[in-house]
């Protein structure tokens, strides 16, 4: 009887457990009755609060770490979850991120970066939920339901962290709060759990160039006049970059001879993300220009340089190279790449010949006015070695028959449009002798230089009416 007094006053309140304990007045007694008090009160702790348990265990520890990340890292990590449940009522079990995970600077981890699902199969009873892959976030998730039984259970769930859209660096640290709650009375139990890892992002710049260490141009042939190379950005997503461009080191040759920056052009393509104001062909400068910008992390593109025709026409032959520095800022990035830049300039020394008709004159009689060729002459040369162009004449004006027309009636002269670039002795008409002769004379740097040739056929009263024509050849030769 006094035992079951005992036990109902302990249950009843402590002040009356006291007051049973007093009649007790044998310290031995009153010891044995001590113990006795702190078990029965553990029971009715674990009656009255442990009608729900929960426990949470990482395979790793008693933590949730990830150790250090990078950009190329997918990191998983299991949890087992274990529910009891001495009720035989439902229950569920609820989970969220406490706070937004955030590292020592404050940063607040890009939400793309935790993931979480849980396994299907790893649980005995009722029906698990989230078992596709979904990001980890504040936003409450049920993962579990219990039968309509309550029985206890467990489960894997996954938390895995993708360094691949990471874009901040530091140790970042998190809570996941847990909730098991009775569907039916309200009771509930709390878990948290720590998690951790070091984020060390890293962005990975290359520049593949075709043609091997160095890109080239050159005048020889029309697909030579362009070239492309390309730049891959390898980055997490939301990295923000910026790419500048700069001419550190204009086209020289060996002598010292600076070419314009203006005779080589670029201009970018091939972008699927990301900005350039440079998507249409543009000069070279020396100033540091941003070619390109992405708030959306990796992406890959081509720089594409092209030689300026016109402006090519004007310069020396020789091998000029140049520099040019591509410099990546941004998220964890500070990165400077050079590319060397070769423009072959071939040599040129050509002379072009532009006539209608040629050295042809047809229906021809005594009384015939005046008749006029033009023959324009073109020299293209790059050597800067002064020339001369010398006219051939291999016969006179002869028709069909074999009549000819004395020189006296055949003249010539040459007009210089600018006389900078050359002189001749025929400024005014004279006669066409049969053989060669020097006809015009470049500057002393050899510059190329275009003129026109008028030829002049004066008819005499004596002449044979025909057809007359002759041959004409023009050499280009080093004075």
Same mark, same amino acid.
Do not use: C
């Given at each position: 009887?006094?035992?079951?007094?005992?036990?109902?006053?302990?249950?009843?309140?402590?002040?009356?457990?006291?007051?049973?304990?007093?009649?007790?007045?044998?310290?031995?007694?009153?010891?044995?009755?001590?113990?006795?008090?702190? @078990?029965?009160?553990?029971?009715?702790?674990?009656?009255?609060?442990?009608?729900?348990?929960?426990?949470?265990?990482?395979?790793?520890?008693?933590?949730?770490?990830?150790?250090?990340?990078?950009?190329?890292?997918?990191?998983?990590?299991?949890?087992?979850?274990?529910?009891?449940?001495?009720?035989?009522?439902?229950?569920?079990?609820?989970?969220?991120?406490?706070?937004?995970?955030?590292?020592?600077?404050?940063?607040?981890?890009?939400?793309?970066?935790?993931?979480?699902?849980?396994?299907?199969?790893?649980?005995?009873?009722?029906?698990?939920?989230?078992?596709?892959?979904?990001?980890?976030?504040?936003?409450?998730?049920?993962?579990?339901?219990?039968?309509?039984? &309550?029985?206890?259970?467990?489960?894997?769930?996954?938390?895995?962290?993708? &360094?691949?859209?990471?874009?901040?660096?530091?140790?970042?640290? &998190?809570?996941?709060?847990?909730?098991?709650?009775?569907?039916?009375?309200?009771?509930?139990?709390?878990?948290?759990?720590?998690?951790?890892?070091?984020?060390?992002?890293?962005?990975?710049?290359?520049?593949?160039?075709?043609?091997?260490?160095?890109?080239?141009?050159?005048?020889?042939?029309?697909?030579?006049?362009?070239?492309?190379?390309?730049?891959?950005?390898?980055?997490?997503?939301?990295?923000?970059?910026?790419?500048?461009?700069?001419?550190?080191?204009?086209?020289?040759?060996?002598?010292?001879?600076?070419?314009?920056?203006?005779?080589?052009?670029?201009?970018?393509?091939?972008?699927?993300?990301?900005?350039?104001?440079?998507?249409?062909?543009?000069?070279?400068?020396?100033?540091?220009?941003?070619?390109?910008?992405?708030?959306? &992390?990796?992406?890959?593109?081509?720089?594409?340089?092209?030689?300026?025709?016109?402006?090519?026409?004007?310069?020396?032959?020789?091998? @000029?190279?140049?520099?040019?520095?591509?410099?990546?800022?941004?998220?964890?990035?500070?990165?400077?790449?050079?590319?060397?830049?070769?423009?072959?300039?071939?040599?040129?020394?050509?002379?072009?010949?532009?006539?209608?008709?040629?050295?042809?004159?047809?229906?021809?009689?005594?009384?015939?006015?005046?008749?006029?060729?033009?023959?324009?002459?073109?020299?293209?040369?790059?050597?800067?070695?002064?020339?001369?162009?010398?006219?051939?004449?291999?016969?006179?004006?002869?028709?069909?028959?074999?009549?000819?027309?004395?020189?006296?009636?055949?003249?010539?002269?040459?007009?210089?449009?600018?006389?900078?670039?050359?002189?001749?002795?025929?400024?005014?008409?004279?006669?066409?002798?049969?053989?060669?002769?020097?006809?015009?004379?470049?500057?002393?740097?050899?510059?190329?230089?275009?003129?026109?040739?008028?030829?002049?056929?004066?008819?005499?009263?004596?002449?044979?009416?025909?057809?007359?024509?002759?041959?004409?050849?023009?050499?280009?030769?080093?004075?």
């Amino acid at each position: 009887m006094l035992y079951y007094k005992v036990i109902k006053n302990i249950i009843g309140g402590r002040r009356e457990v006291k007051e049973s304990l007093s009649f007790f007045m044998d310290k031995t007694i009153k010891m044995k009755m001590g113990i006795l008090f702190i @078990y029965i009160a553990a029971m009715n702790t674990f009656v009255a609060y442990g009608a729900l348990n929960l426990t949470v265990t990482p395979y790793e520890g008693i933590y949730l770490r990830f150790g250090e990340v990078d950009s190329t890292s997918y990191i998983n990590r299991e949890v087992r979850i274990r529910m009891i449940s001495t009720e035989a009522k439902q229950y569920r079990l609820r989970q969220r991120l406490l706070q937004p995970v955030v590292n020592d600077k404050g940063e607040v981890l890009n939400e793309e970066v935790l993931n979480f699902y849980t396994v299907r199969g790893t649980n005995a009873f009722g029906s698990l939920y989230q078992d596709t892959l979904r990001l980890l976030s504040i936003r409450d998730e049920i993962l579990y339901t219990s039968n309509s039984a &309550g029985d206890s259970d467990s489960f894997i769930i996954v938390y895995s962290v993708d &360094g691949r859209k990471m874009s901040q660096r530091g140790h970042f640290q &998190g809570k996941i709060l847990y909730t098991l709650e009775s569907l039916s009375e309200g009771n509930s139990e709390t878990y948290i759990l720590d998690l951790s890892f070091d984020a060390n992002p890293r962005i990975d710049v290359t520049i593949e160039i075709p043609s091997g260490e160095n890109v080239r141009l050159d005048t020889k042939n029309e697909s030579g006049l362009k070239s492309s190379f390309k730049i891959k950005l390898d980055a997490p997503s939301r990295s923000s970059i910026n790419v500048y461009q700069e001419l550190v080191e204009p086209f020289t040759d060996k002598k010292g001879k600076v070419i314009k920056d203006e005779v080589v052009k670029f201009f970018v393509s091939g972008l699927s993300k990301g900005e350039s104001n440079y998507l249409t062909v543009s000069p070279l400068t020396r100033k540091k220009t941003l070619v390109y910008s992405s708030r959306s &992390g990796g992406n890959e593109f081509y720089i594409n340089l092209s030689v300026d025709k016109d402006l090519i026409k004007g310069v020396s032959a020789g091998m @000029y190279r140049g520099k040019l520095i591509y410099y990546f800022e941004g998220d964890n990035i500070n990165k400077v790449i050079p590319v060397n830049i070769e423009l072959e300039v071939t040599k040129i020394f050509d002379i072009k010949v532009i006539s209608k008709e040629g050295l042809s004159f047809f229906n021809i009689k005594p009384d015939s006015p005046p008749k006029e060729k033009v023959v324009k002459v073109e020299v293209n040369t790059n050597i800067g070695v002064p020339y001369q162009v010398i006219q051939r004449f291999s016969m006179p004006l002869t028709d069909e028959k074999g009549n000819t027309i004395a020189d006296k009636f055949f003249r010539m002269k040459v007009e210089l449009p600018d006389e900078d670039k050359g002189k001749t002795d025929f400024l005014d008409f004279s006669p066409v002798d049969v053989g060669d002769k020097v006809i015009f004379t470049s500057n002393t740097k050899g510059e190329r230089a275009t003129f026109n040739i008028i030829y002049r056929l004066d008819v005499s009263y004596d002449v044979v009416a025909g057809n007359y024509s002759t041959q004409v050849t023009y050499l280009l030769s080093e004075k």
